[in-house]
């Protein structure tokens, strides 16, 4: 079939309600966030309208451009991490059979409808040192003597990647199983080991869907919230905890604005680049 361009006001019909929705819930908010942005903070008050970019740059000063620099670090090592796991872990699961391919599947949606608090108390008990696994590993002999790994970098990050992994494999699995089994096959009678196979035959085709599972999951770390506050020290939080304790403990929303703006700005850049390399490059999905 092809399809015509709109040629009457009619046809807009279909995205109107769509539209309307979007500028409702995103573009007027976005806006009211944006002009706050530019507000000047009132001693004592709250804010009155002017024009100034010291919201702004006070992510040069030193306290906040660490605390920029932490967020943005940590979203990337998380969507690294789950890509390096889920990559495999994906691409094994479309192989089994169906049946228990539904039961990992069914697995995954159950952590999803987990809360944020729920994973991030239940990982702080299993770091814990009174009811935690290093006391199962004192049991089995492979430490002398419990000890407490939260709060702490590692903790924030397992919370992290225990909570983005499903999202990873979900946006994996469906390029996966469209994945033809005849290349591998292809890839092993001309000499290849299956590692070999897998890194020069698989990976180039799924590009574009490892892309935007990257950008998914760095987009969805990089707006976490709950997790660095239980699992983590002050050091550990992120710019999304930072917007709350500027709003609401430091009545400074200008700010909070400030670095609001900077996140939404940031999670539509890294979609906008997304959609640009892979027209500039042409990368396709099976």
Not at 30 to 45: D, L, T
Not at 73 to 96: D, E, H, K
Not at 128 to 149: C, H, Q
Not at 267 to 273: D, E, I, R, Y
Request: aromatic share 14%; charged share 10%; net charge positive.
């Amino acid at each position: 079939m092809r399809r015509n361009p709109p040629q009457k006001p009619a046809d807009y019909l279909p995205i109107a309600f769509p539209a309307a929705m979007l500028a409702l819930f995103f573009v007027v908010p976005f806006g009211i966030m944006v002009a706050i942005s530019v507000f000047k903070r009132v001693q004592g008050g709250f804010y009155e309208p002017a024009f100034t970019l010291d919201n702004y740059a006070r992510f040069l000063t030193p306290f906040f451009g660490e605390v920029l620099m932490f967020s943005l670090a940590l979203a990337a090592i998380v969507s690294v991490v789950c890509l390096l796991i889920g990559v495999p872990f994906t691409y094994l699961l479309t192989r089994i059979g169906r049946r228990y391919q539904v039961l990992w599947l069914i697995t995954l949606l159950a952590v999803l409808s987990l809360s944020e608090v729920i994973i991030g108390f239940a990982w702080s008990t299993l770091l814990s040192r009174t009811a935690g696994l290093s006391n199962f590993l004192v049991f089995l002999s492979i430490m002398d003597k419990p000890e407490a790994w939260t709060p702490g970098f590692g903790a924030v990050m397992t919370g992290l990647v225990y909570q983005a992994f499903p999202y990873t494999v979900l946006v994996l699995y469906p390029a996966f199983s469209r994945l033809d089994p005849s290349l591998m096959e292809a890839a092993r009678t001309l000499g290849s080991s299956p590692l070999r196979a897998f890194w020069n035959v698989v990976l180039p085709i799924m590009r574009k869907t490892l892309l935007a599972t990257f950008i998914i999951v760095f987009i969805f770390a990089l707006g976490a919230y709950l997790l660095p506050q239980i699992l983590g020290r002050p050091q550990h939080w992120t710019l999304s905890v930072l917007v709350t304790d500027q709003a609401i403990y430091q009545s400074n929303m200008p700010f909070a604005a400030a670095m609001a703006v900077f996140l939404v700005l940031s999670s539509l850049f890294l979609v906008g680049l997304s959609i640009l390399v892979s027209e500039k490059k042409g990368i396709g999905t099976p």
